[in-house]
């Protein structure tokens, strides 16, 4: 007999719905999200939980502001932060049969793909027992280069790494907004136009604003997840969702056509430079689906090693690929504009004839 496919939820919370204006923790807030977390569990649907709020309520906790202090301040408030937040969590969870399980990560846990993969295998595992995975950044040891960068993105990756079939983000805003201020009930592709609308309402650029959210959104429907932001202040709605109740903002799942592997190089690495290519080569890797030689380069920028991710970037300067680098920085200023069976003359040695192979590069879709 076939095994039942599971259904598999990421649920990413906002900070701003989980405090006051004073960045208290809302306990009501936490003991209503567990209660619809355990119903959606009750129902069969697993859930893996990507919380914020770690920052917000140490700060509270201190009394300190965010505007005026240093980045071990932060980081201590984090510290502080997390495990409040995460007892609250677990009192709530617990009276309800389940226990939370605390993953913090950074984007070097994405970068290694061993460590990718146990975090995959640790979150299922999780889930086979009677607990609720709860993700945030390990805030209180990364610094900006080692930053996933906000949970938006985060709960992007999570999303696809867990496997899921939806994302829903809840926000302190319903949705996203059209120049009416109505809130758009589904997006088919986020297109030029659809960013543009970031200028209103929830569309704040900071951390955790809708740009953000549209950008996790993006890499998660090419990752064949169907996403929902809406407002998370609203009673049962996380619930309601998952029931199939039309609420906030859906965007419909792509058709998933890039390998696992090769979205983890398009979405789950950060990218440390950029290399700029002639039509030629644009033509050949758009079309073609040919690796990137030395001979189509034009321009190399940033500090980067062999294995690192590179953007491959048009003569117009638009991102048209990403990929795994053959070479380093240094290494492609010396051969760029040179036919492959140059390499070995200008580095003394050659080790690829491609400087990015097409196993290793993923073609970013034109908007
Ligand atoms: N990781 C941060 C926190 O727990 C939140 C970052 C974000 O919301 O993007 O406070």
Not at 80 to 85: D, M, T
Not at 94 to 103: D, H, L, N, S
Not at 252 to 263: E, G, P, S
């Amino acid at each position: 007999m076939l095994e039942k496919k599971r259904k598999r939820i990421t649920l990413k919370i906002g900070t701003r719905v989980l405090t006051d204006d004073q960045n208290r923790i809302d306990r009501e807030m936490i003991a209503n999200i567990a209660d619809q977390v355990a119903d959606v569990r009750g129902s069969g649907v697993e859930v893996v939980l990507v919380s914020s709020g770690a920052v917000g309520s140490g700060l509270g906790i201190l009394g300190l502001d965010k505007k005026n202090i240093s980045l071990s301040e932060m980081q201590a408030a984090a510290s502080i932060g997390q495990s409040h937040l995460m007892n609250i969590y677990n009192e709530f969870l617990t009276k309800r049969g389940y226990v939370a399980g605390q993953m913090l990560l950074t984007q070097e846990d994405f970068s290694d793909r061993r460590r990718f993969l146990n975090i995959k295998y640790t979150l299922n595992t999780l889930l086979k027992h009677k607990a609720v995975p709860i993700v945030n950044e390990n805030d209180s040891v990364s610094t900006n280069e080692i930053k996933c960068g906000d949970n938006d993105r985060l709960s992007g990756l999570v999303a696809d790494l867990a496997d899921s079939d939806m994302l829903v983000i809840l926000t302190d805003v319903d949705g996203l907004y059209d120049e009416e201020n109505r809130v758009i009930g589904c997006v088919g592709d986020i297109t030029g136009d659809i960013r543009a609308l970031c200028k209103g309402k929830g569309c704040f650029e900071s951390t955790g604003g809708m740009i953000t959210k549209l950008e996790a959104v993006k890499n998660a429907t090419h990752a064949g997840i169907e996403c929902v932001i809406a407002g998370g202040k609203n009673k049962n709605v996380f619930a309601d969702i998952v029931k199939g109740k039309s609420i906030g903002t859906k965007f419909n799942a792509r058709q998933r056509t890039v390998k696992a592997r090769k979205r983890w190089i398009a979405f789950s690495l950060k990218a440390k430079g950029s290399i700029v290519i002639d039509e030629g080569a644009e033509k050949a890797i758009v079309e073609k689906k040919k690796s990137l030689l030395p001979s189509g380069i034009i321009k190399v920028d940033g500090t980067f090693s062999d294995g690192d991710v590179v953007e491959v970037i048009s003569k117009e300067r638009s991102v048209i690929a990403r990929g795994l680098s053959n070479y380093s920085a240094v290494e492609i200023s010396k051969i760029m504009g040179k036919k492959s069976a140059e390499i070995e003359k200008e580095l003394g040695y050659k080790d690829y004839d491609e400087v990015v192979h097409r196993d290793n590069l993923v073609v970013v879709e034109k908007e």
